[in-house]
């Protein structure tokens, strides 16, 4: 959840460690800070809230040193403020932290028997005690360091630099990621790759259980039973560009209107240019003889397999089950013999999905991962990876992301289909052409986005918010209602539209803005119907439909967005962007951070 980046430089390391940061502000804002080591001694400036808060303080005190250490803050423990925030040190050790340490109160107390003295409420700040305790006993820093990350429980990744030794980090990985980069008489630590884009694309990725020294002339990494360990070293993707805002004014609106391009750029790894029909990579099961498909995934993924599951059972007659990643651990599940388990993330990092990815092989489950990482670890974990190519996506609230992963999804459900027989030869061209036509439809979408601009304002306004769907619509109101929440913090639901009569219909009044999401598909004269059912009652209701479907209703609604006519197939990727655009319009409007929205981050690695 935390970023964390680490350098030994050549030049003052100050700049490049606050550059890092910006770039892990996605994955934590509570808070931000730097230790750098000054004539050997360690040194630090620290501030609460934002990197922008943190680049004031250097400002107003500047902090030398090649050599230093930064973070970027996620509160688990302890609330934001500058006392709780990284890197936490004394005058031996810094130390900065992704994680939890869950048996951080049983060592702060042994460490206050012994007389340590805490100044923060973070259990990071056991780690600076335990480091000093072993270093106090005469060990050297590596020793000393090793000793405590033995005794640490949890999931985390750390670096540390110590005083009066320049040219020496010290990183471990265990459950959080952690990279390091390879530089011209210079070496980083950094949460991932984004993060060390400017300076290197010479990254390796350490794996779980390996402590790494980083030295100017290389690094030694120790896997977990402490043996020296090769870690193989890639040349990353030059991304150090691609994060910028270009004219936009917030990351997320960018990637908005990045879709139409990004969704071509992931068809193009899975349609056949010649023959126009999809041609996957070798997977490590077979969809002929498949039992059944578990699918893993938190938050807006999470809807991307509630969607999948409407295609897998009704093109592919393939059982899904779906499950939250946080959730899939403790029902003791049950999994077909022969089956396969599908976990999707953005990062690819997210705790509780990586989890259950694990307790799924163990549970000799056949597994796959469709990430936006190539070199993410449910990439190097799983048994066969598909990667979207939707490119850095800064905007903590998953927009471009999450129509990849849908793109996806959607090819291989088509070859789930072809592969078991369920469709014909002219079925599957079709849905084959209707995927391939949503780049240029997404496109037409967001044509749209200053009529949608005109009814953010109701919805802004609002103080509850519906959103309504059948089918594959269902889990488009689910997600339309997440983005809502994500960015204004206007409280907003998602339902099955044939459940409002079962209890939710008693929450509509006329100053309850209600988005129904109706393509024109065999689920519309029943979508209609609740649709009527909610004007009934004095629902104020924004319609999203086709030419169909407006014609057929639109008279009823309080305002009508008007979308392309296309396959009820893919209808699911191309009704989620004006949701998107909805709630970014109404953040705008109420003034809040829309890229950076309270309380959250982007890469949730701690469970």
Same mark, same amino acid.
């Given at each position: 959840?935390?970023?964390?980046?680490?350098?030994?430089?050549?030049?003052?390391?100050?700049?490049?460690?606050?550059?890092?940061?910006?770039?892990?502000? /996605?994955?934590?804002?509570?808070?931000?800070?730097?230790? &750098?080591?000054?004539?050997?001694?360690?040194?630090?400036? +620290?501030?609460?809230?934002? #990197?922008?808060?943190?680049?004031?303080?250097?400002?107003?005190?500047?902090?030398?040193?090649?050599?230093?250490?930064?973070?970027?803050?996620?509160?688990?423990?302890?609330?934001?403020?500058?006392?709780?925030?990284? %890197?936490?040190?004394?005058?031996?050790?810094?130390?900065?932290?992704?994680?939890?340490?869950?048996?951080?109160?049983?060592?702060?107390?042994?460490?206050?028997?012994?007389?340590?003295?805490?100044?923060?409420?973070?259990?990071?700040?056991?780690?600076?005690?335990?480091?000093?305790?072993?270093?106090?006993?005469?060990?050297?820093?590596?020793?000393?360091?090793?000793?405590?990350?033995?005794?640490?429980?949890?999931?985390?990744?750390?670096?540390?630099?110590?005083?009066?030794?320049?040219?020496?980090?010290?990183?471990?990985?265990?459950?959080?990621?952690?990279?390091?980069?390879?530089?011209?008489?210079?070496?980083?630590?950094?949460?991932?790759?984004?993060? *060390?884009?400017?300076?290197?694309?010479?990254?390796? /990725?350490?794996?779980?259980?390996?402590?790494?020294?980083?030295? +100017?002339?290389?690094?030694?990494?120790?896997?977990?039973?402490?043996?020296?360990?090769?870690?193989?070293?890639?040349?990353?993707?030059?991304?150090?560009?691609?994060?910028?805002?270009?004219?936009?004014?917030?990351?997320?609106?960018?990637?908005?209107?990045? $879709?139409?391009?990004?969704?071509?750029?992931?068809?193009?790894?899975?349609?056949?240019?010649?023959?126009?029909?999809?041609?996957?990579?070798?997977?490590?099961?077979?969809?002929?003889?498949?039992?059944?498909?578990?699918?893993?995934?938190?938050?807006?993924?999470?809807?991307?397999?509630?969607?999948?599951?409407?295609?897998?059972?009704?093109?592919?007659?393939?059982?899904?089950?779906?499950?939250?990643?946080?959730?899939?651990?403790?029902?003791? %599940?049950?999994?077909?013999?022969?089956?396969?388990?599908?976990?999707?993330?953005?990062?690819?990092?997210?705790?509780?999905?990586?989890?259950?990815?694990?307790?799924?092989?163990? *549970?000799?489950?056949?597994?796959?991962?469709?990430?936006?990482?190539?070199?993410?670890?449910?990439?190097?974990?799983?048994?066969?990876? *598909? *990667?979207?190519?939707?490119? %850095?996506?800064?905007?903590?609230?998953?927009?471009?992301?999450?129509?990849? $992963?849908?793109?996806?999804?959607?090819?291989?459900? #088509?070859?789930?289909?072809?592969?078991?027989?369920?469709?014909?030869?002219? +079925?599957?061209?079709?849905?084959?052409?209707?995927? &391939?036509?949503?780049?240029?439809?997404?496109?037409?979408?967001?044509?749209?986005?200053?009529?949608?601009?005109?009814?953010?304002?109701?919805?802004?306004?609002?103080?509850?918010?519906?959103?309504?769907?059948?089918?594959?619509? /269902?889990?488009?109101?689910?997600?339309?209602?997440?983005?809502?929440?994500?960015?204004?913090?206007?409280?907003?639901?998602?339902?099955?539209?044939?459940?409002?009569?079962?209890?939710?219909?008693?929450? #509509?009044?006329?100053?309850?803005?209600? #988005?129904?999401?109706?393509? /024109?598909?065999?689920?519309?004269?029943?979508?209609?119907?609740?649709?009527?059912?909610?004007?009934?009652?004095?629902?104020?209701?924004?319609?999203?439909?086709?030419?169909?479907?407006?014609?057929?209703?639109?008279?009823?609604?309080?305002?009508?967005?008007?979308?392309?006519?296309?396959?009820?197939?893919?209808? %699911?990727?191309?009704?989620?962007?004006?949701?998107?655009?909805?709630?970014?319009?109404?953040?705008?409007?109420?003034?809040?951070?829309?890229?950076?929205?309270?309380?959250?981050?982007?890469?949730?690695?701690?469970?």
């Amino acid at each position: 959840m935390c970023g964390i980046i680490g350098i030994i430089g050549a030049a003052p390391a100050v700049p490049k460690l606050v550059e890092g940061l910006k770039r892990l502000e /996605y994955r934590g804002y509570d808070s931000a800070g730097i230790a &750098t080591l000054v004539t050997g001694r360690i040194e630090r400036r +620290r501030a609460e809230g934002k #990197i922008v808060n943190l680049q004031a303080a250097l400002d107003a005190d500047p902090l030398r040193g090649i050599t230093g250490i930064g973070h970027t803050r996620w509160a688990t423990h302890g609330r934001p403020s500058e006392a709780n925030a990284h %890197p936490h040190a004394n005058s031996m050790v810094a130390v900065v932290h992704n994680g939890i340490i869950e048996n951080f109160q049983e060592l702060k107390r042994a460490l206050a028997a012994e007389g340590h003295a805490f100044e923060s409420d973070t259990d990071t700040e056991v780690i600076v005690h335990l480091v000093t305790r072993y270093l106090n006993r005469g060990m050297a820093p590596s020793q000393a360091a090793a000793r405590a990350i033995a005794e640490l429980e949890g999931a985390f990744a750390l670096a540390m630099i110590f005083a009066g030794h320049p040219e020496l980090v010290i990183g471990a990985r265990r459950g959080s990621p952690l990279a390091v980069g390879y530089g011209d008489g210079e070496m980083f630590l950094g949460s991932d790759a984004l993060a *060390l884009a400017p300076l290197t694309q010479r990254i390796c /990725y350490l794996e779980d259980g390996d402590v790494v020294e980083l030295t +100017r002339d290389g690094a030694t990494i120790r896997d977990k039973f402490g043996a020296v360990a090769a870690r193989p070293i890639r040349e990353t993707a030059a991304i150090g560009d691609a994060i910028g805002k270009g004219n936009f004014a917030h990351y997320m609106l960018k990637e908005i209107y990045e $879709q139409p391009t990004v969704i071509g750029d992931t068809l193009a790894s899975f349609i056949n240019p010649a023959t126009r029909a999809v041609a996957l990579p070798d997977l490590p099961f077979d969809f002929a003889d498949l039992p059944r498909l578990q699918m893993l995934a938190c938050g807006t993924s999470w809807h991307a397999a509630l969607i999948a599951r409407y295609w897998f059972e009704s093109l592919a007659h393939l059982p899904v089950d779906v499950d939250i990643g946080s959730e899939f651990r403790y029902r003791a %599940p049950q999994l077909a013999k022969g089956g396969a388990a599908l976990a999707i993330s953005q990062s690819g990092e997210t705790a509780d999905t990586l989890a259950a990815l694990r307790l799924a092989r163990e *549970l000799d489950q056949a597994t796959m991962a469709i990430v936006n990482v190539a070199e993410s670890t449910m990439a190097r974990e799983a048994d066969g990876t *598909l *990667l979207t190519h939707a490119g %850095p996506e800064v905007g903590v609230a998953s927009t471009k992301a999450f129509t990849t $992963q849908l793109t996806v999804l959607a090819c291989l459900a #088509i070859a789930a289909a072809r592969a078991r027989g369920t469709v014909d030869g002219e +079925r599957e061209a079709a849905l084959s052409a209707a995927i &391939t036509e949503v780049p240029a439809r997404a496109a037409e979408v967001l044509d749209h986005d200053s009529r949608l601009k005109g009814l953010a304002q109701e919805v802004a306004n609002a103080r509850h918010v519906l959103f309504l769907g059948r089918g594959t619509g /269902y889990p488009v109101a689910l997600e339309g209602a997440l983005k809502l929440k994500e960015i204004t913090y206007v409280p907003a639901e998602g339902f099955a539209a044939g459940e409002m009569k079962h209890g939710p219909i008693a929450l #509509i009044d006329e100053d309850i803005p209600i #988005i129904v999401v109706a393509p /024109y598909d065999a689920l519309f004269d029943k979508t209609a119907s609740n649709m009527q059912e909610v004007i009934a009652r004095g629902g104020r209701v924004i319609f999203l439909s086709d030419a169909k479907g407006i014609e057929r209703l639109g008279d009823l609604a309080a305002a009508t967005v008007e979308l392309p006519a296309v396959d009820p197939f893919v209808a %699911p990727i191309l009704y989620t962007i004006p949701v998107q655009l909805l709630a970014y319009h109404a953040a705008v409007i109420r003034g809040t951070d829309v890229d950076q929205p309270r309380n959250l981050a982007k890469s949730v690695t701690v469970e």
